[in-house]
């Protein structure tokens, strides 16, 4: 086997990835080798690879040049002495979230609050979280990567790399409605359902047994769209007709169970506190799409309606799992995703191209074994 591999870095902050040959990187003990076969290109990406250093300068990239690439899908070709439950020839999504295992929050099993939680192959959480992106310091827009067997994924037959490496974007719709407690008698509001975070969280709440999910955006022929995956279930409103609130206690008197917000940073605030208005009494709202700024919340509001606003970020590796299972058994559809193959050449084209997605139905992924 080859002791090099191509792989895509970035030098400078903002440039051009550079497909380079670098070392082919072995795996610790408690490690394995993954042969990447998808990694999916996340809508935010250009924004990290361009801003991340201004917007949180004290929250680290991976040192440059880095391989980025938060979402990979892969087949695992070497493994380190210490790995059990993984082997040679197991089909995996590569979970990015790395954590130190030391500090409180891990020790409590909250691996995700870890005070160095990291992003391999994306950006730090925490001035600290420069120890995990040097343990792990490849992501997915190489031919392989190293990975710890936490991290693992396990997919079966059924779901293509390409769905899975869609997994990132999904498990962070999927772990919000766990959060929520969304199930078979709950009623959700999705702002931004049209988009790539907004879909995920609407076809998992279908799984989930959610009776009536109520979505927002601009773009009406996306709308209509989103809706006919069950239009018996799902309603859709543009925000260019009028108030998010009031439309929501016109088709639910009393408010919904769960807001989820999924717009992302740039969106302006008044889906969101409008999304607010729109909670029942001891309704709940997660937010996953970093609605961005000082965000106006009637406190005392809360209080007697005895609200919940929660912040969840990202998903753990079992969430996976759960997830895995439900695409592979039938309980969620992930066809209606369009996918758009790129080789590890066009790196550059795919990142930037992503503007002109179909909404959240257009699946970017970079194939670094495809010629």
């Known amino acids: 086997m080859s002791t090099t591999m191509t792989a895509a870095r970035m030098h400078h902050v903002g440039?051009?990835?550079?497909?380079e040959e670098v070392?082919?990187?072995?795996?610790?003990?408690?490690?394995?080798?993954v042969a990447v076969r998808a990694c999916n290109i996340v809508p935010n990406l250009a924004n990290i690879l361009e801003n991340w250093t201004t917007w949180f300068p004290q929250n680290p990239l991976p040192a440059l040049p880095a391989i980025f690439g938060l979402d990979p899908a892969?087949?695992?070709?070497a493994v380190g002495e210490d790995v059990h439950g993984f082997a040679v020839g197991d089909r995996v999504y590569v979970n990015p979230g790395r954590y130190c295992g030391g500090c409180k929050a891990c020790r409590r099993g909250e691996h995700i609050n870890c005070t160095s939680y990291a992003f391999a192959g994306y950006f730090g959480f925490t001035p600290t979280a420069t120890q995990m992106l040097d343990r792990y310091p490849y992501g997915g827009l190489a031919e392989y990567m190293i990975a710890p067997q936490y991290a693992l994924v396990k997919l079966p037959?059924?779901?293509?790399?390409?769905?899975?490496?869609?997994?990132?974007?999904?498990?962070?719709?999927?772990?919000a409605l766990r959060k929520a407690d969304v199930g078979t008698d709950t009623t959700v509001l999705i702002n931004g359902i049209s988009g790539t975070l907004g879909l995920g969280v609407a076809l998992y709440a279908l799984a989930m047994g959610a009776t009536k999910i109520l979505g927002t955006g601009r773009d009406r022929q996306l709308l209509e769209r989103v809706q006919a995956l069950a239009p018996e279930r799902i309603a859709t409103f543009s925000t260019k007709d009028g108030a998010i609130d009031e439309w929501v206690h016109r088709e639910i008197p009393g408010g919904v169970d769960v807001h989820i917000s999924a717009l992302g940073p740039g969106a302006p605030h008044e889906p969101f506190t409008q999304g607010m208005k729109a909670l029942r009494r001891g309704g709940?709202?997660?937010?996953?799409?970093?609605?961005?700024?000082?965000?106006p919340i009637d406190v005392h509001h809360m209080m007697d309606q005895q609200q919940h606003l929660i912040g969840s970020v990202w998903f753990t590796a079992g969430e996976g799992e759960d997830m895995a299972a439900m695409a592979a058994n039938g309980m969620v559809d992930l066809s209606v995703f369009e996918n758009m193959n790129f080789p590890l050449a066009k790196v550059n084209d795919a990142i930037h191209g992503i503007e002109n997605r179909h909404g959240g139905f257009s699946n970017y992924i970079i194939a670094p074994h495809l010629n």
């Open 23 to 33: 070392p082919l990187p072995e795996p610790g003990p408690a490690d394995v080798r």
């Open 15 to 19: 440039e051009p990835m550079v497909l």
């Open 74 to 77: 892969g087949v695992i070709d």
């Open 157 to 175: 037959e059924a779901l293509s790399f390409e769905h899975a490496a869609r997994f990132g974007y999904l498990g962070t719709a999927y772990s």
């Open 284 to 295: 709940k709202a997660v937010n996953i799409g970093a609605t961005a700024g000082d965000v």
